[in-house]
């Protein structure tokens, strides 16, 4: 006598759960990497730069501007209502050129980033007009026309703001 031993659960495999337990697995994976070549095509490269070269060159001029801000004891108070940006200079040597230029750097976002004129005022101060910047890190470089010197510095912005800037490394 021979017991023939029968499968009592004759579903079938499709309305079984641990088939479809062992197709999420890899259906997962080749989710995720459809997901990663979309956000690498779509995400713009902002951060890489095309030109080593010219940026090395461009840090030697940046030190040499930057030491001749410090031998003039250069230091900008700069202030913003929201509208306007307002530089007040301090210098062993004054400076009196009819512009200056602003520029105001986005820590991460390129698109954000602009380059304002600052005009001269009757009191000795320079001021332009500003786009609202939105909340984040920013950098501020302040440099003359003839680009003899060179002014820096890192900044949190959730407003309006009021910070010196000065000759740092």
């Not at 088939?19 to 995720?32: C, E, F, Q, R, Y």
């Not at 990497?33 to 730069?49: D, F, K, M, Q």
């Not at 001269?120 to 939105?134: C, I, K, M, P, W």
Request: proline content about 5%; aromatic content about 8%; overall charge negative.
């Amino acid at each position: 006598m021979s017991e023939v031993m029968v499968d009592k659960d004759s579903r079938p495999w499709y309305q079984q759960g641990w088939p479809w337990l062992l197709i999420a697995l890899p259906a997962s994976a080749v989710v995720g990497g459809i997901l990663t070549v979309i956000i690498a095509v779509e995400s713009p490269n902002a951060l890489v730069v095309d030109d080593y070269y010219k940026q090395g060159l461009a840090i030697n001029q940046e030190k040499h501007r930057l030491a001749q801000a410090r031998s003039m004891q250069l230091k900008a108070l700069v202030r913003n209502d929201g509208a306007r940006l307002i530089v007040t200079l301090e210098s062993l040597q004054p400076v009196t050129d009819p512009t200056l230029t602003l520029n105001i750097i986005h820590a991460t976002r390129s698109e954000l980033d602009q380059t304002l004129r600052l005009q001269r005022n009757s009191d000795g101060s320079y001021q332009a007009t500003v786009e609202h910047l939105r909340t984040g890190t920013w950098y501020l470089r302040l440099e003359d026309p003839q680009q003899t010197w060179e002014i820096h510095s890192r900044i949190r912005i959730d407003g309006p703001f009021q910070t010196y800037v000065t000759a740092q490394d």
